[in-house]
């Protein structure tokens, strides 16, 4: 599974699609996402 971000500029490794950015979080596996947030808005996400 991943995260995936709307209306937000992220690094691509974080913006999650896998199998193309990076290879997703197995089940029972744990991942931290960070990165700097340079802009001011209302966002959302899905997994």
Do not use: C
């Not at 974080?14 to 997703?24: I, K, N, Q, T």
């Not at 744990?30 to 959302?44: A, E, I, L, P």
């Amino acid at each position: 599974t991943s995260v995936h971000w709307h209306g937000m500029i992220v690094p691509a490794d974080m913006d999650g699609v896998p199998g193309l950015s990076f290879d997703g979080i197995a089940p029972g596996e744990t991942y931290v996402y960070r990165f700097k947030v340079n802009q001011s808005g209302t966002f959302w996400y899905h997994s």
